[in-house]
Each structure stands twice: as structure tokens, then as C-alpha cells.
């Protein structure tokens, strides 16, 4: 069955960087991309960014834009999300999310177009000095 | 603030139906078909239930459905069940290259 396994928990303090990984498994890894969403302590959720795992394309919100980078490797069916210059509100739950559609248009994905299932069981960044 | 409006709370007892809304602009689920609402129990990740407004993922039981009148989007639960007692959160693209979700409704079973 299709899962997705990520690392664990991190504790960071402000200004550090934290690299979160995703393993995947019970699918062909290339033909979905791979959103990262996070949720804060006892808030809703908010959408990252995506990575075409064939290839490496990534598009961020805007709001991370400059600070997050996201990569893939193949051969380990494996993608990671890299935050950098960590505040004590980068606090959060992150999860990975694969799209749910198969061979989704890039355009689409990156455009907000999509929905994600299944999800990674999440990992939780702490952020404190 | 979430760009998408969704009610805090909803409640119903077991067997009931329940509605919960999900209110956007012209610009995001007003403008587009493309609403998603997922589930989420204590502590675990979020679960797809409903996809294009209104198509559910294989698996998901036929009592969730979907549906879209101009920005409101709503999510209907009918004969509800404890195990439905959940955080539930819609999703759209908004027009602006990016994904929003709501707010979240937390749905008590009484």
C-alpha cells in the first residue's frame, strides 16, 4: 500500500535549519509530486510548497519563498524540505502529502490545483531558544 | 487568518446530519471547482474525504458528500457516527498561484 514515512522529531533553536524526510513507498515515486504542509500547536494548516520528484521542479508559497528549499532522491524514493533561519513560529507539525492525481499538469499543481492523499504521519519541529 | 471561512465548531448526535460550510471569495472557491476537504482525528494526519467539490476517494463512505453554490462550499455528513467526530478543513486553489485551506470546524458527536 502507498506510504509515506517521515523522520523524527527536531528540536532547533531560532536562526538554525531543520531538513525534514519523507520515504515513500507502494507507488512509482516519479509520477506524483509531493506537497509539505504544516500545522501549528493547536491551529489549522497551511500549504508549503511542492516537488516534482522527477526532476527536482519546486514552487513555494510565498511566504517561504527564500527560506525553504525542498529536494528529491530517486534512488532512495525519498523527499526532503530544508527551513532556514528558524523562529519560535516556525513551530509546527510537518507533514508531506502526495498528490493525489497521477501525472497531474505541473501548472495545475503549482497553481494550487490539488489534493493530497495520503499524508506522512508528520514530524514535529520545536523551535526554542 | 485563513483565507477560506469555516465555522469553529459543529455538533450533532449519532444519526443526524450535519453541514459544515466552507465560505471563500469570487476570487478562490467561488471562481473555482477545485474544493477539498480532509479529515483529521486527534493527533494524526489529515485524511482525504472529498475532492472536486464533490468526488470521494475510494474508501470513503458514500455518508460524506460535497457540494458548491457560488463562494460557499459545504461538506454533509449524514447518519453521523462517533467515529466522525473529527477536525474538518476544505481547501482551494485561490487564484494567486497558491492553496488555502479554512480554518478547520472541530464536529462533536453528542
Known amino acids: 500500500q502507498v506510504q509515506l514515512v517521515q523522520s523524527g522529531a527536531e528540536v532547533k533553536k531560532p536562526g538554525a535549519s531543520v531538513k525534514v524526510s519523507c520515504k515513500a513507498s507502494?507507488?512509482?515515486?516519479?509520477?506524483?509530486?509531493m506537497h509539505w504542509v504544516r500545522q501549528a500547536p493547536g491551529q489549522g494548516l497551511e500549504w508549503m510548497g511542492v516537488?516534482?520528484?522527477?526532476?527536482?521542479?519546486?514552487s513555494f508559497a510565498q511566504k517561504f519563498q527564500g527560506r525553504v528549499t525542498m529536494t528529491s532522491d530517486t534512488s532512495t524514493r525519498t523527499v526532503y524540505m530544508e527551513l532556514n533561519s528558524l523562529r519560535s513560529d516556525d513551530t509546527a507539525v510537518y507533514y508531506c502529502?502526495?498528490?493525489?492525481?497521477?501525472?497531474?499538469?505541473?501548472?495545475?499543481?503549482?497553481?494550487?490545483?490539488?489534493?493530497?492523499?495520503?499524508w506522512g504521519q508528520g514530524t514535529l519541529v520545536t523551535v526554542s531558544s | 487568518q485563513s483565507a477560506l471561512t469555516q465555522p469553529a465548531s459543529v455538533s450533532g448526535s449519532p444519526g443526524q446530519s450535519i453541514t459544515i460550510s466552507c465560505t471563500g471569495t469570487?476570487?478562490?472557491?467561488?471562481?473555482?471547482?477545485?474544493v477539498s476537504w480532509y479529515q483529521q482525528r486527534p493527533g494524526k494526519a489529515p485524511k482525504l474525504m472529498i475532492y472536486d467539490v464533490s468526488y470521494r476517494p475510494s474508501g470513503v463512505s458514500d455518508r460524506f458528500s460535497g457540494s458548491k453554490s457560488g463562494n460557499t462550499a459545504s461538506l454533509t455528513i449524514s447518519g453521523l457516527q462517533a467515529e466522525d467526530e473529527a477536525d474538518y478543513y476544505c481547501s482551494s486553489e485561490t487564484g494567486n498561484t497558491t492553496l488555502a485551506f479554512g480554518g478547520g470546524t472541530k464536529l462533536t458527536v453528542l
Open positions: 502529502a502526495r498528490d493525489a492525481e497521477l501525472n497531474r499538469p505541473w501548472s495545475l499543481a503549482v497553481a494550487g490545483v490539488c489534493w493530497f492523499d495520503p
Open positions: 516537488i516534482n520528484p522527477s526532476g527536482g521542479s519546486t
Open positions: 469570487s476570487s478562490d472557491v467561488g471562481a473555482y471547482k477545485y
Open positions: 507502494g507507488y512509482t515515486f516519479t509520477s506524483y509530486f
